[in-house]
Nanobody
Framework: QVQLVESGGGLVQPGGSLRLSCTAS????????MAWYRQAPGKQRELVAL???????NYVDSVKGRFTISGDFAKNTVYLQMNSLKPEDTAVYYC?????????WGQGTQVTVSS
């Protein structure tokens, strides 16, 4: 079974930057969307950023202007560049890749923003 593997999380000071990466352990064909979600302690998982193979991109309002999603659908690889990080960005970040009738998730990577 194909797995998604995230990397790039860690501890960073407020105002700092991190780049998350997500790759698949094998090939997942016909993926239409790739996304990043996050879940903070005691909160529901929320969609942070999403990109479609047709080039549409969406962000949750709280990260607009600070985060950038990019991806390579042929390689099942997606990135999240996070700049100007704030303490409220602290969460476990999950990669997601989907097509009709199929969804794959990564195991999550911790991002902690603290001085």
């Amino acid at each position: 079974q194909v797995q998604l593997v995230e990397s790039g999380g860690g501890l960073v000071q407020p105002g700092g930057s991190l780049r998350l990466s997500c790759t698949a352990s094998g090939s997942i064909f016909s993926i239409n969307t790739m996304a990043w979600y996050r879940q903070a302690p005691g909160k529901q998982r929320e969609l942070v950023a999403l990109i479609t193979r047709w080039g549409n991109i969406n962000y949750v309002d709280s990260v607009k202007g600070r985060f950038t999603i990019s991806g390579d659908f042929a390689k099942n690889t997606v990135y999240l560049q996070m700049n100007s990080l704030k303490p409220e960005d602290t969460a476990v970040y999950y990669c997601n890749q989907e097509r009709v009738g199929y969804a794959a998730w990564g195991q999550g990577t911790q991002v902690t923003v603290s001085s």
